[in-house]
């Protein structure tokens, strides 16, 4: 590709943007650091439009890649590269960071060019782990990921950020050393390449396949999370302030999964048939358990945390019945799920800075104070319930169908959703948006203001366009994913 | 074949342009403004689709795709539309209730802001918002019908759901409106839960969710087996149907998911009329007589459907005779008359399913309507008991229930005679297995429904009038808002409703008088339907009763003669002399009949056990899981365990580290980047 080098303007951009936006300094400086951070967070998004415009649908090659040295003592190269699994969530990610920004711009009025800046560089970084086509890259910004979400729940959080910031630290932490170990080791058995192109040509045993894929699985499971290495993150978006639980869900989720698809499906192709059964089973677990789990929260944050975890339980079903339905649906839920969850904790902070408080039981009747929120909300809400004409219908239909293609039962088990799905989701707008004002405080709620409404705005029109009109999403990625596919379905023992 | 109506596109897009001004620019519009905009979109619906007949009648058929809603595993999904006889005769009987429905809107919600609370915002302009919503309800529900394939199928089939959602909880400041409709949702989404595992197996064995080409593989799926319990082959199409089935049961209320109809009548009347009685519950039979070329494949998907349906339509027509308000008993005759549609498919009668579903439109319709009609003029009383005699106050509601009730029953020659007579003779005739139970059920039936329908008109419009004794017990459920004015409790006298009201009253008994003598003859027996509905040659019930039909006037004079118009006249009969001649009998039966009678008004004790079992069993379920794996075990024992371990080495650690936290993190992100590049590249 010629021209500008646009993954690493998708990465740098941001995060050098967020420095200068640091370099504002103290809160003084904030009427300066506010707009500065959103020029720089929608200039981060204009850069990665080109990548789809310029995206060609026919191959499953890398594109728009770069390739210099970095470490060339250990044969370490600065290698970008998207193809049609991983461009969509570069988008996605830039798309939702000047949200972000906007959501925390009247309510954060400490640190605030800290608080910005943490976002932009953080979503730098997150694009890098989508662009990373070399082992050491990824690992370096998978790894670096961690801190500014580590520093967003610990400095801004809520009263109990640090027990949070701490689980959520250490999870993901011991996550990845033993990724990293794979990483060596792969390192070793491939002739000294940290390309991961190269390392899904690699012919390895079935036993180092094994350990290897459960390396990885430990890494990526507790990202994405999936049961029953998920009670981080309830935790941690309760205490995280709105942005950071916006992005933990709409984006860092999504890491994990992500991982599930570069790393474990092609280096371990024949450990991962293997053990689907495994992974199928966590993955309903998580759909059903959880679903459950759902419905007896009291705390928003933390009933749609669960809800997050079972509807990220359908993405690594979707990956793990290896045909096309299933791992296409999937990346679409990633997508949907970045719009709908992060809705969703956005309509819980919209609740939140007005009434200081999480709890469904405070609430009640708010659609007789703001009846334009409760709309947004209601909306969000059935996307959530993965209701048809919304963005949250298509993957779990699509994920659905590939799965009682594989087998009935497994269907049968992951439809249970939409019952359940529909169960925790309603019963929570019952109780929030609809009866009789419940207190005096929900009576002197003001609907929501035009910062709000564009927030809540861009996310209902992605929610609504992504359900009537999927074909661009996947059209996106048919070529890689059937390549993927057949990858996988060739023994490379 | 593939050709696309040019009008076929405006027919759901009127209606949805309606609902979207009037729900986004309500305030702007006005009230007479969105009324206007929106029935406009539905009579230019109407009229478009009255077009449509025209060209389909001349014997085309319409079926092409409007666009690519996604692909992948090499299937197509698309958005498009079939248009033949059965789907034009939806789209006629939904937009002339649904046009009705608007019209009578103007007069039954023009004080709707009493039903809100003075300071609410919501209430402000809900007056728009009801209208926003039936036209978007009207827009889903032909969206549904004028599918070419089964994604469209399920996205009509969850947005009048949605609809129905929203409009039955529309009062939401009422915690029995807000039950209902949560209650509403979540039933219909297990009928929906096996409806989408159908569509599963569907785009599995056939590799394509369009109508013909699945309709073209039914052979491969009635030849092909499944084990989805090892040991035990099912025959696919038997599996396909069932779970299809299920989400008829959901959607058209069929035992036993059909515990939310009753209590969908929170919602304001003109919805019961339109959604749960003309329109959105019919979806279920609709759809089985779409799918009629893969049902008559499976005799176990048939037998199935005759059973369930004939359970339907004797049980629940048993617990209207109970009912003291007056929305209820529709609501309960209604669930009866869907199990008659019900049988009627597992008959293999498509047709006269579809028939009893238009007529059963217009008659349910007015009932309905003029129950809104009564309780508009009781002032929001919906007790029967606390009615009687108003047929003197409203003579033109009093004719048009009278209709609707002899057309329920069964009378000749009502509509629903026709259409109900058709369905007992195909039933008889039928040769599937269960339908000898059916049948029994069914004939019982009729004289339930001779006696609720004529109880309700002699309870509520003739005998004492009792609207004059001072309220001693609850308020009735159509009722206001808790903190709108209750000022007129006093003695009232009843009124006749105004034009909008009544106009549409009449618009719709009228085809509840003539629809079912206009139409049997062409509909049953003179292949109206065409390629449309699919008979297997081994199901004769209609092709006998067309060989036993002489023309709708001999249809009638042999109606007297048999023993269905005797039972629903003996039902009547009854009814005329507990409710007229000896009023003082309801209450002794009552206290003699004890279990029987406590049975039926426990509604068969489904509320309860679903309460008990499946809320509080999955509330249970979910507090244990909570509680007990994931604190107790996950976080308490192996998190916080290593946590401990962790903590203990970090108490060592924690004496190099002071300040804050964010300024050195920042500082760690760029450090890490710059050594790793400094260190491993100082070789």
């Not at chain 1, 050393?177 to 012919?203: P, R, T």
């Amino acid at each position: 590709m010629s021209g500008l080098p646009l993954l690493s303007l998708a990465i740098w951009l941001p995060v050098i943007g967020g420095l200068l936006v640091l370099a504002t300094g103290a809160d003084r400086n904030a009427g300066l650091a506010r707009p500065l951070a959103l020029a720089v967070a929608v200039a981060g998004f204009l850069v990665t439009l080109p990548l789809y415009a310029g995206f060609d649908t026919q191959t499953s090659a890398m594109q728009f890649v770069e390739m210099r040295d970095w470490i060339p003592r250990f044969n370490i190269h600065y290698h970008l590269g998207v193809d049609g699994i991983s461009v969509l969530f570069i988008l996605l990610n830039s798309f939702i960071t000047p949200l972000v920004v906007l959501a925390g711009w009247k309510v954060i009025e400490d640190k605030v060019a800290q608080y910005m800046a943490a976002f932009l560089v953080m979503s730098g970084i997150m694009n890098g782990i989508f662009a990373a086509l070399d082992a050491v890259l990824f690992y370096v910004f998978f790894e670096v990921s961690l801190i500014p979400m580590y520093i967003i729940i610990g400095a801004w959080g809520g009263p109990n950020r640090v027990y949070a910031a701490f689980k959520f630290f250490l999870y993901t932490l011991l996550g990845s050393l033993l990724m990293l170990i794979a990483l060596i080791y792969l390192f070793f058995q491939s002739g000294f390449s940290f390309s991961l192109l190269d390392w899904h040509e690699l012919k390895i045993t079935l036993t180092a396949q094994t350990w290897l894929f459960l390396a990885f699985l430990v890494a990526f499971a507790v990202k994405v999370p999936m049961w029953p290495v998920h009670t981080w993150l309830p935790d941690a978006h309760v205490e995280a302030p709105t942005g950071g639980s916006v992005v933990l869900a709409a984006i860092m989720l999504k890491l994990g999964a992500y991982g599930f698809l570069r790393f474990s499906l092609p280096i371990a192709p024949d450990a991962s048939r293997e053990l689907a059964w495994l992974m199928i089973a966590l993955s309903l677990i998580a759909v059903v358990y959880i679903g459950f789990v759902a419905l007896v929260q009291t705390d928003m944050k933390k009933l749609i945390a669960y809800s997050s975890i079972s509807h990220m339980g359908f993405v690594t079903l979707g990956f793990f019945i290896f045909n096309p339905l299933g791992v296409e649906g999937a990346l679409v839920q990633m997508i949907s799920h970045g719009f709908v969850s992060g809705a969703m904790f956005l309509c819980v902070g919209v609740l939140y800075d007005r009434m200081h408080s999480r709890q469904i039981a405070d609430y009640g009747g708010v659609v007789n104070t703001m009846p334009k929120f409760a709309a947004f909300f209601m909306l969000f809400a059935m996307a959530n319930a993965g209701l048809p004409a919304t963005s949250g219908f298509v993957g779990e239909f699509m994920v659905i169908l590939g799965a009682v293609k594989y087998n009935f039962w497994i269907g049968f088990a992951a439809a249970t959703t939409l019952i359940l799905g529909a169960a925790y989701t309603l019963w929570m707008v019952k109780r929030v948006v609809f009866g009789a004002v419940a207190s005096p405080h929900v009576a002197e709620l003001s609907d929501i203001d035009a910062r709000e409404f564009a927030i809540l705005g861009a996310l209902a029109l992605s929610v609504m366009a992504m359900g009537l009109y999927p074909f661009p999403f996947t059209e996106v990625m048919h070529a890689s994913v059937d390549n993927l596919l057949r990858h996988v379905a060739v023994p490379k023992l | 074949m593939s050709e696309m109506h040019p009008l076929a596109l405006y027919v759901p897009l009127a209606p949805l342009a309606g609902a979207l001004v009037a729900g986004f620019f309500g305030r702007a519009i006005g009230r007479a403004g969105a009324h206007w905009v929106t029935s406009l979109g539905v009579a230019v619906s109407l009229l478009l689709s009255w077009f449509i007949f025209q060209d389909v009648d001349g014997g085309k058929i319409y079926n092409a795709a409007v666009y690519t809603w996604a692909s992948s595993g090499g299937i197509s999904f698309q958005v498009g539309f079939l248009i033949d006889k059965l789907t034009v005769t939806m789209m006629l009987v939904v937009n002339f209730v649904s046009l009705m429905v608007h019209i009578y809107t103007i007069g039954y919600m023009a004080h709707d802001e009493d039903n809100w609370p003075a300071d609410s915002l919501a209430g402000r302009n809900s007056y728009q918002r009801f209208f926003a919503y039936i036209s978007l309800f009207t827009f889903s529900m032909l969206m549904l019908v004028m599918s070419n394939n089964f994604l469209q199928l399920f996205f009509g089939w969850e947005a009048v759901g949605l609809v129905s959602y929203l409009l039955i909880g529309f009062w939401s400041n009422r915690p029995t409106a807000i039950y209902a409709n949560l209650k509403a949702f979540l039933v219909n989404r297990v009928g929906d839960f096996g409806f989408l595992l159908g569509i599963g197996l569907i785009a599995a064995y056939c590799g394509s969710l369009s109508y013909s080409d699945v309709f073209a593989l039914s052979q491969k799926l009635a030849s092909t087996h499944i084990e989805l319990i090892p040991g035990s082959p099912w025959l696919l199409v038997s599996v396909v149907c069932i779970c299809l089935f299920i989400g008829a049961m959901g959607k058209s209320a069929q035992f036993p998911l059909h515990v939310w109809l009753p209590d969908s009548m929170e919602g304001p009347t003109p919805i019961s009329a339109l959604i749960h009685a003309a329109t959105m519950v019919t979806a279920g039979i609709f759809m089985v007589s779409r799918m009629s070329p893969l049902f008559e494949l499976s005799d176990a998907a048939l037998s199935f459907v005759i059973v369930i349906g004939a359970i339907t339509a004797f049980f629940m027509a048993l617990i209207a005779i109970v009912q003291t308000d007056i929305k209820r008993v529709v609501a309960y005759s209604t669930l009866s008359q869907l199990g008659y549609m019900t049988t009627a498919l597992g008959a293999s009668a498509y047709s006269a399913a579809m028939f009893h579903l238009a007529t059963h439109a217009f008659f349910k319709a007015v009932l309905f309507l003029g129950a809104g009609s009564v309780i508009i003029a009781m002032h929001h009383e919906q007790d029967m008991r606390r009615m009687g005699g108003l047929r003197k106050y409203m003579p033109i509601t009093y004719l048009t229930v009278l209709i609707g009730a002899l057309a329920n029953a069964g009378f000749p020659p009502f509509a629903g005679f026709f259409s109900k007579d058709s369905i007992i003779e195909a039933v008889h005739h039928s040769t599937t297995a269960g339908a000898g139970f059916a049948y029994a059920l069914i004939l019982a039936g009729v004289f339930v429904g001779g006696f609720y329908s004529f109880r309700l008109v002699f309870f509520a419009f003739h005998g004492k009038e009792r609207f004059r004794e001072p309220s001693h017990d609850a308020h009735g459920h159509d009722a206001h808002g808790h903190d709108a004015p209750h000022g007129h409790h006093g003695p009232v006298t009843p009124h006749e409703s105004p034009w909008v009201v009544t106009v549409p009253l009449i618009l719709l008994a009228i085809p509840s008088v003539i629809a079912g003598w206009a139409m049997i003859g062409p509909a049953l027996f003179g292949n109206y339907f065409g390629g449309a509905i699919f008979i297997a040659p081994e199901h004769p019930a209609i092709a006998k009763m067309a060989a036993d039909f002489h023309g709708a006037m001999g249809m009638v004079l042999h109606g007297l003669m048999t023993l269905p118009f005797w039972l629903a006249l003996a039902g009547a009969a009854t009814a005329w002399y507990l409710y007229i001649v000896r009023p003082d009998l309801p209450a002794v039966i009552k206290d003699k009949s004890g279990v029987l009678a406590r049975i039926l008004e426990e509604k068969y004790g489904f509320d309860r056990f679903n309460d008990w079992f499946f809320a509080g069993g999955a509330r249970l379920l979910g507090r244990g899981l909570w509680k007990g794996g994931d604190q107790t075990l996950i976080d308490g024992l192996v998190v916080n365990g290593s946590a401990k371990v962790v903590g203990w080495i970090a108490s060592i650690v924690r004496l190099f580290q002071s300040g804050y936290i964010y300024q050195y993190a920042f500082s760690m992100i760029i450090g890490v980047f710059v050594l790793l590049t400094l260190w491993m590249n100082r070789a």
